[in-house]
């Protein structure tokens, strides 16, 4: 009895430590700040695959492509918040467990339910207007976003190698709505290189799902489909792909139909950023185990910024300057 004893208030202990926690770090938050974090606006980085097909065209200083480019952006970014909003509605029983995502405006309490409610339908309306004021094709495409989304969201998300597959086609997705809106055609290089990063990403963000997973002694896992992954098959899928990026990347430098069409044989030299970008994505994942959030990667590591700026001065050099 009295080990029962001790375990229960040991459990209730633990409890009202997670809840001071979380109501700890919800007071700091304003309502808009809560609002932003709820809609991922950090996110709406990702919307930035819809200028690729623009970049690679080399028509970065076509101004009127551009603004429709931005628009398509922004009508992205609203359906991608509602569909973030969505899954964090679904998930803020679960994500109250996570170490980091139990401090979600839903999980933590920070925004009402009626209120993401709103939020979302509003997001979805603003999106869709935008989008079929642009293009009707790229409305389409967004609407497949969106109803895929939706079907990761109520069940594909629990199936194996099928969940990484879906949200790299969310980036798929993007670079084809930006070729729409520009009217540019989308090689099948580009299709290629995105789908494999995609999946790159993805891989070591489940990677970490993992290792969280394995701190939990009551057999907790953050992800159903994460039970049918385990470290050795994850790091030998992010070794594999990394591997094949690097080639894909070579032989779309140095092949004719590309370095005809940018009538330049130095495409080459930009893999030298590439090969250093995804060096040090494997040490952030491998080495410093913090590979939870692409997003804040890309955003905060100065290394992985640095190769990026590299990467796009060089091809920019290249493509407008040489």
Known sequence: MKVQ???????????????NDITAKSAISSPMQSIA??????????????FIPSFFAG?????????????????FSFVASAVYVLNDYRDRDVDRLHPEKKFRPLASGEVKTHTAWVLMALLLGSGFWLAASLNTTFLY??????????AYSFGL??????DLFIVSLG??????????????PITHWLSLMVLLLALFLILAKRRDDILINGKHKNGFVIRKSTKKYNLVYINSC???LSAVMIVAYIMYT???????????DYLFVTTVFVIAGIMRYLQIVFVEKKSGSPTNIFIKDKFILTTIAGWILSFYIIIYAL
């Open 37 to 50: 974090k709820l809609i991922r606006v950090r996110h709406w980085v990702k919307n930035l695959f819809l």
């Open 59 to 75: 028509h970065l200083f076509k101004t009127q492509e551009l603004l429709m480019v931005l628009l398509g952006a922004l009508a």
């Open 157 to 162: 998300k629990h199936i194996p190698i099928l």
């Open 238 to 240: 992010i070794t594999l």
């Open 5 to 19: 004893t001790a375990d229960n208030n040991k459990n209730t202990i633990m409890g009202s430590m997670l809840v």
């Open 171 to 184: 980036f798929l997705i993007r670079i084809y709505s930006g070729g729409v809106i520009a009217d540019l």
């Open 141 to 150: 495409l967004l609407l497949g976003y969106f109803a895929l989304n939706l």
């Open 254 to 264: 140095v092949s004719p139909e590309v370095t005809e069409r940018f009538q330049s």
